[in-house]
């Protein structure tokens, strides 16, 4: 029986998951869980690339004392990165994508190129915190870390390279930066050249599947295991789970959802334009050189961060207690754009809402059950904003949607997405992300042919629920509120 380990380290949390196939199905086992909190120091935020990489080890040794394994695979978020000197040692921590050192760098950016023709070379959504503007900033204000640079490594590279002593940049997770030329599927290097980053400090581009190396030798001594493969899976975490969309159909929407909600389909080449630019679409890289054309909106984030607020304030409340008041809570009553600025920062989300709400003119939320239902019913509402633009620039007519992810177990957010949306919603598998990542073991390895069969397979192993509209026409009278006050 074969079995392969994942790790899946997202924004705020890390699972080490023993992954099992056998008779056409795939077991998953989480032998590790671990906090994963950036640490601000001196007013910059970072993560803590020592302690996640000890968390990995601390992972491999639980699965060596669990059976053992074949390969190994890493997907974390995307964007952040860290840079190794010519001796191979890390410079500096790697900087939490949340910090404020980005903040009006793609303004700076476009007074050299204009966003237009950044937009039309990358294809990507720009967004203050893509690795283009991250090292823009070093290369004007902190041109003492670039110079003592020998490579660049994103994040789940990054991890590789302390496993394996190998560099490369993997495709899907070198997709989020907006350095890559879409259709080549290649560095923009001229692109970086022309906005003063160098271009010596990148790392060759592989494909998910290919094998980067073997766990070196001292760390096989040390954790006292077996020499294992490791696996360049799709690095980014959404890549991973989009792998895992339990589907054989060609044109399928999905959501990948926790912290974010990434909301898109995935195309055979890119789309660029005009459309696109408007409405915030962007090209990543997916598995086999597809594009994940999708759109990035924050989700369950103002959730999260709500109720980390209301506990510092003696409210020991959890997800289910807020879905309750929630329900009981009269509806449609306010909105907020759940991408404006002030929402992207920790801090207090539910504030921050009634100001907005205030600011807009709408009925200002004063319990914790209507700041929860604004939230919900706001984000439902930007899922059919995002539906409605992403059928226009394909001109397809998609007739559901996939929630995969974290975000299936919200039954309440599900069953608004099907009812704003009009469609069925198809929610699940929960473990979207470590599923596409054992996938792509799975496919490197050779014991599943290719991903069509590994989605047959994820949709054999794992249960998914189905939502059906209820009161669509409701929600399209809310539909009409919301784009007065919100809508670009």
Not at 231 to 253: I, M, W
Not at 388 to 397: E, F
Request: hydrophobic share 35%; glycine share 8%; charged share 25%.
């Amino acid at each position: 029986m074969k079995r392969v380990l994942a790790f899946d380290l997202g924004a705020s949390s890390g699972r080490g998951i023993i992954a099992t196939l056998d008779n056409g199905k795939i077991d998953l086992k989480e032998i590790h869980r671990f906090a994963n909190n950036g640490v601000k120091v001196r007013n910059t935020f970072y993560w803590d690339i020592l302690y996640l990489f000890d968390q990995i080890k601390q992972g491999i040794v639980k699965a060596k004392l669990d059976g053992g394994f074949d390969s190994i695979g890493i997907d974390t978020w995307g964007v952040d990165f860290g840079l190794v000197d010519a001796n191979g040692d890390l410079i500096d921590n790697p900087v939490h994508y949340r910090d404020d050192r980005t903040e009006g760098m793609p303004e700076e950016l476009f007074e050299i190129l204009s966003k237009e023709k950044v937009y039309n070379r990358t294809g990507t959504q720009i967004m203050n915190f893509n690795t283009l503007y991250q090292l823009f900033y070093l290369a004007k204000y902190k041109k003492e870390l670039l110079k003592r640079a020998d490579k660049f490594l994103f994040m789940p590279d990054l991890l590789n390279y302390l496993l394996t002593d190998v560099k490369k940049s993997e495709y899907t997770i070198a997709s989020t930066s907006q350095m890559l030329d879409p259709y080549k599927r290649e560095w923009d290097k001229e692109l970086l050249e022309t906005v003063g980053i160098p271009t010596d400090i990148l790392c060759d581009i592989v494909k998910p599947g290919t094998v980067i190396g073997n766990v070196t030798e001292s760390i096989c001594t040390e954790l006292g295991i077996d020499s294992a493969k490791v696996v360049a899976v799709g690095g980014h975490d959404t890549a991973s789970a989009v792998v895992s969309v339990p589907t054989t159909e060609d044109d399928f929407v999905y959501i990948s959802c926790g912290t974010w909600s990434l909301f898109g389909t995935e195309l055979k080449e890119p789309h660029i334009g005009e459309d696109s630019l408007e409405f915030s679409y962007t090209n990543e890289g997916g598995y086999n050189d597809t594009i994940r054309f999708l759109t990035n909106i924050m989700g369950l984030w103002l959730i999260q961060e709500s109720r980390r607020q209301w506990i510092k304030e003696g409210n020991e409340l959890s997800f289910n207690d807020m879905e309750k008041m929630a329900l009981e809570s009269k509806p449609f009553q306010c909105f907020v754009d759940v991408d404006s600025p002030e929402f992207g920062k920790p801090g207090n989300i539910p504030q921050r809402i009634k100001d907005y709400c205030k600011k807009t003119g709408q009925y200002v939320p004063q319990t914790i059950g209507e700041v929860v239902r604004c939230i919900y019913e706001s984000l439902a509402l930007k899922y059919k904003h995002s539906f409605i633009n992403l059928k226009n620039i394909t001109g397809k007519d998609f007739k559901g949607i996939h929630i995969v992810g974290g975000g299936t177990k919200d039954p309440l957010l599900c069953s608004m997405c099907s009812d704003a949306c009009n469609v069925y919603v198809s929610a699940g598998p929960i473990e979207a992300t470590a599923l596409g990542n054992v996938a792509v073991q799975f496919m490197s390895s050779g014991d599943i042919k290719d991903i069509k069969e590994a989605r047959t397979i994820i949709k054999n192993s794992f249960d998914v629920k189905e939502y059906n509209p209820k009161e669509p026409e409701k929600w399209e009278e809310a539909y009409e509120t919301y784009k007065k006050y919100l809508c670009k």
